[in-house]
């Protein structure tokens, strides 16, 4: 069974930067996506980005694009999300999960992700 364990939320103020961390375990596969979703209080949880693990590809949702960026490193399992410049609509708890039948790195429905992790929160605040 695939396990996520996410890592680096906080409080920080506007214009500050961050950075989440996913930790994928019992990985049967070698072609997956990893993707970052978020959830702020009383909306839907909505994509932000992605990441192919087999030719790492990457998908950014317009509101993150050129403050946020996904990486990976395999060998440890890890995906990484660097945001900066961060704003206080950006506050949300940031989930992490997997699709684990398709290694396309793009905007999926919630549903096609088979995994997720806990949760972490970022607040961003003065």
């Known amino acids: 069974q695939v396990q996520l364990v996410e890592s680096g939320g906080g409080l920080v103020q506007p214009g500050g930067p961050l950075r989440l961390s996913c930790v994928a375990s019992?990985?049967?596969?070698?072609?997956?996506?990893i993707a970052w979703f978020c959830q702020a209080p009383g909306k839907e949880r909505e994509g932000v980005s992605a990441?192919?693990?087999?030719?790492?590809?990457?998908y950014y949702a317009n509101s993150v694009k050129g403050r946020f960026t996904i990486s990976r490193d395999n060998a440890k399992n890890t995906v990484f999300l660097q945001m900066n410049s961060l704003k206080p609509e950006d506050t949300a708890v940031y989930y992490c999960?997997?699709?684990?039948?398709?290694?396309?790195?793009?905007?999926?429905?919630?549903?096609?992700?088979?995994?997720w992790g806990q949760g972490t929160q970022v607040t961003v605040s003065s």
């Open positions: 019992g990985l049967t596969t070698d072609a997956y996506a």
């Open positions: 999960a997997a699709d684990l039948d398709s290694d396309y790195a793009e905007d999926k429905p919630i549903y096609e992700y088979e995994s």
């Open positions: 990441i192919s693990s087999s030719d790492g590809t990457k």
